[in-house]
């Protein structure tokens, strides 16, 4: 889509986020985030939120077909 649509002024990104503290957490993520996310934390919604944010701000303006991992580092 990013090759498709650039010329058109269109960008294309994805997000791809890991584990966000959210409802939809499954049981046992406390032993996942202290062995396999080098921040040790969970993400944050709104941390999500911002990367959007960002990629639709002028800012990302040369950033087409990317994928941003928002993973706290897990998988590197």
């Known amino acids: 889509m990013a090759h498709e649509f ?3 002024g269109v960008r294309c990104n994805a997000i ?3 584990e966000i503290d959210t409802a939809m957490l ?3 993520t406390d032993d996942l ?5 080098p921040m040790r ?4 919604p709104e ?3 911002e990367t959007i944010w ?8 040369y950033l087409n077909g ?3 991992h928002i993973n706290g580092g897990q998988h590197v």
């Not at 934390?41 to 944050?44: D, T």
């Not at 960002?54 to 303006?61: E, I, N, V």
């Open 6 to 8: 650039g010329p058109h």
């Open 16 to 18: 791809a986020p890991g």
């Open 26 to 28: 499954s049981p046992g």
């Open 33 to 37: 985030v202290r062995s396999q996310i």
């Open 41 to 44: 934390r969970l993400g944050r």
């Open 47 to 49: 941390e999500v939120a």
């Open 54 to 61: 960002f990629l639709c701000t002028r800012a990302s303006s």
């Open 66 to 68: 990317a994928e941003v």
